[in-house]
């Protein structure tokens, strides 16, 4: 049995990114609690505050950025913290050589109906070492990022973390409180045929995406010929677990639903973790036609339009949205 523990004390993975994964994941130790806790715990509905994107913020949100943050400002190795919940960063250990940026609690409107919900995390190289972190040392493209993951809060514990060149999972076991390696080195097969997405956005989106839904609806009776079924969990990190375990099309496409956000997802603590996670276990992460990795940010809350997973039907929808552009 492999133990976090264990595989993260190993020559070939830095101390501080470690150690700083061991923070993050503690602290997911306790967020599980809380949630299994649910109604109980008098913890759930609104905070009766709003996060910086304007959506209306779960009690749970807010315990959950607070814990975080309180951790990693404690640990050395942490220079600053972003958070979906914070309108700037928070400068954390100038001598520290990381940044971290997290999504407390993805899926949040799933909290009140006992449905899944996680904490996606990712980890940047900090190159100021010995100043005090500012919010633009964060913006980074995402192939830089040193790690990536998530905590997924469904009906039990689970981490997948990239942190080498394999994608790795592990499972919370209740008793011991230890993460357990349950998967060495996850793949996602090129080909799939199942998508997810929010339909109902779909007088919203560009023609290309359109087409290409249109086309998987009329499965094998269209030119696709076969038939596609649809899965959508309304929390990023379920449906990317998903893919990790199964496969899949994942996408919150561009979309002119509000002209002021391009998408919905945010690139820097949502895109650009998955991202990284997907393409080292095989799949493709992009804007529809762009590589997300390799989107250079301008801000740390900017949204992206997301397609990502299986590599062929990611590869697919990209030459629509190529030839529609070319027509
Ligand atoms: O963080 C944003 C998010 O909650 C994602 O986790 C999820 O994929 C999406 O929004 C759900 O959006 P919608 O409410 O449109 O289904
Ligand atoms: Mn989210």
């Avoid at 299994?36 to 913020?57: M, Y």
């Avoid at 913006?139 to 790690?147: C, D, E, K, S």
């Avoid at 998530?150 to 993460?179: I, K, N, Q, R, W």
């Avoid at 391009?262 to 393409?279: D, F, H, Q, T, V």
Wanted: aromatic share 6%; proline share 4%.
């Amino acid at each position: 049995m492999t133990t976090l523990a264990h595989y993260l004390n190993t020559p070939t993975i830095d101390p501080a990114l470690s150690d700083v994964i061991t923070t993050i994941t503690d602290v997911g130790k306790t967020i599980s609690q809380l949630l299994r806790k649910g109604a109980l715990a008098d913890i759930l509905g609104e905070a009766g505050n709003q996060n910086v994107q304007g959506e209306d913020q779960k009690k749970l949100d807010v315990l959950a950025n607070d814990l975080l943050l309180d951790a990693l400002a404690q640990n050395a190795h942490c220079a600053g913290v972003a958070s979906e919940e914070l309108d700037h960063a928070t400068p954390a250990n100038a001598d520290g050589s990381l940044l971290v940026l997290f999504d407390p609690l993805d899926g949040s409107s799933n909290i009140d109906i006992n449905m899944a919900v996680g904490t996606i995390f990712s980890i940047l190289p900090y190159q100021r070492q010995g100043q005090v972190s500012t919010d633009s040392d964060f913006l980074q493209a995402g192939n830089q990022q040193l790690a990536a993951g998530y905590l997924l809060y469904g009906t039990s514990t689970m981490l997948a973390l990239t942190v080498a060149d394999t994608v790795v999972m592990f499972s919370l076991d209740p008793d011991s409180g230890d993460y357990v390696l349950i998967e060495e080195a996850v793949q996602i097969d090129a080909d799939t045929s199942e998508y997810a997405i929010n339909g109902s956005n779909y007088r919203y989106w560009r023609a290309p995406m359109q087409q290409y839904i249109d086309e998987l609806i009329d499965g094998h009776t269209g030119v696709r010929g076969r038939d596609f079924n649809t899965r959508w969990v309304a929390a990023m990190v379920g449906d990317v677990h998903r893919i990790l375990c199964r496969g899949g099309l994942f996408t919150y496409p561009f979309d002119t639903k509000d002209i002021k956000k391009p998408g919905k997802l945010r690139l820097m603590y949502e895109a650009n973790p998955m991202s990284l996670l997907i393409e080292r276990a095989g799949g493709s992460a992009t804007d529809a036609v762009n590589r997300i990795l390799d989107i250079e940010p301008t801000d740390i809350h900017q949204r992206v339009p997301v397609v990502l997973g299986s590599k062929n039907e990611v590869e697919y929808v990209k030459n629509l949205h190529v030839q529609h552009a070319n027509a």
